[in-house]
């Protein structure tokens, strides 16, 4: 990985990234060996605010959360040669329980229905990280600016190529036909092109932690719908011949607060009450975090030369944990159209590129959106009609396969 290390210079690139987290990292990835007709790569340079860790350990740019990953996220991972790196540690979702606590309301999703050896997968954030950046040490076109931040970003409208100037905190100055904003939802790159969002605050946080639990998940997730929010329990690969579990629980912030005041053994009997006995006590837990949730959109999703992926154009509730999957559909697409331009040696930064990318991400965008929108909305509310409605709809779901194939495919990222 020796190139993953600040490069002084006041050169120009033909892309250059802001952010080298995961979306950054994965969108540098999916570029890195294109190559066009004369058989040049890509230029591209990372701009990362964060400091790199050492050769082999865990990177600071990527904390210790667990993802899951949809079918088409584990595959596309695989194209970019990042999953030979995490099949080791990565669990299968084989099945998926969707409940409402103290209600008739069940539905069951299950791999095999559908054809495949797992429905998703899920593994921690940081493995993912550290299997991207051994991937880009490998590649001798991508460069680091890092640790360094972007100071200004000037816009230069009347150049045909390279017109897009980045001056860096460090004073580096560097040019480029393309900036791709992967750089989270305080996105620098959207504050600096003026870019307007809309921002709708859940009241609600989320409660994260592993835990091991008394019996085997045998590979299914539980999404499971109590009064007190819905707990998300999603299967991790053992550990010292434990079954662990990743904990996702939606609460209100003052019900947090209360939750993380309290001791582990106390802790591990309210989530018992809460989730139920379908994997008997919670014998071990681990450090927990609280997140605050936000759903968080981009009025628009381009500007000259520049493109908004993921978080910098999207933050969504994790309720069904679409929110990793849906910005690494963002990077596909962009590089897909990236492809297509550099191969023929056409312009990669030209508004007829930039406008492919903004039209063809909008109905994925606002199907994923309203889908958690409406389960935010569904399932945190106790009216008799709604709790009569979903219950109902849980009912149908699980025994109407073209409903039940139609949600199946959208969660697994297709």
């Avoid at 904990?247 to 809460?274: G, I, N």
């Avoid at 569904?378 to 039940?404: E, H």
Wanted: aromatic residues 6%; charged residues 20%; hydrophobic residues 40%.
């Amino acid at each position: 990985m020796e190139n993953l290390t600040n490069v002084n210079s006041n050169d120009s690139y033909d892309v250059i990234i802001s952010g080298g987290g995961l979306s950054g990292s994965l969108m540098a990835l999916s570029l890195a060996d294109l190559t066009n007709a004369d058989g040049r790569l890509l230029s591209i340079a990372i701009i990362e605010a964060n400091k790199l860790a050492a050769t082999g350990d865990t990177p600071p740019l990527f904390d210790d959360r667990v993802l899951a990953l949809s079918h088409g996220s584990a595959a596309y991972l695989d194209e970019v040669n990042v999953w030979q790196h995490l099949a080791h540690d990565a669990c299968a979702i084989d099945k998926i329980d969707i409940s409402d606590r103290g209600h008739y309301g069940k539905a069951r999703l299950e791999a095999k229905e559908q054809g495949v050896s797992a429905l998703g997968h899920v593994i921690e954030m940081a493995l993912i990280g550290k299997g991207v950046l051994k991937e880009l040490g490998n590649k001798p076109n991508v460069h680091w600016f890092c640790p360094d931040s972007i100071n200004s970003i000037d816009w230069q409208p009347q150049s045909e190529t390279h017109n897009v100037s980045v001056k860096l905190s460090s004073g580096d100055c560097i040019t480029t036909g393309l900036l791709l904003g992967c750089d989270g939802a305080n996105s620098p790159c959207r504050q600096q092109a003026g870019i307007n969002i809309s921002q709708s605050n859940y009241k609600q946080v989320a409660l994260i932690a592993n835990v091991a639990t008394e019996k085997s998940h045998k590979n299914k997730a539980f999404e499971r719908f109590t009064e007190f929010g819905p707990i998300a329990m999603l299967p991790l690969s053992p550990l010292n011949g434990q079954s662990r579990c990743s904990l996702v629980w939606t609460m209100p912030p003052e019900q947090s607060e209360q939750v993380m005041a309290l001791s582990d053994d106390d802790f591990k009997s309210q989530l018992e009450r809460a989730f139920g006995s379908w994997l008997g006590a919670i014998t071990q837990v681990g450090k927990r975090d609280v997140y605050p949730l936000i759903l968080l959109q981009a009025k628009q999703q381009i500007y000259h030369r520049m493109a908004l992926i993921g978080n910098a154009s999207h933050t969504i509730h994790p309720i069904a944990g679409q929110g990793f999957n849906l910005g690494l559909r963002d990077i596909q697409k962009m590089a897909q159209l990236i492809e297509q331009q550099w191969q023929d040696s056409n312009d990669i930064g030209c508004f007829s590129l930039l406008n492919d990318y903004a039209n063809s991400r909008v109905k994925d965008h606002s199907q994923v959106i309203t889908l958690t929108d409406s389960l935010v909305t569904l399932f945190a509310n106790d009216l008799f009609p709604l709790v009569a409605g979903r219950n109902l709809g849980l009912k149908v779901m699980n025994y109407l396969a073209p409903f039940k194939n139609t949600l199946v495919n959208k969660l697994m990222g297709y």
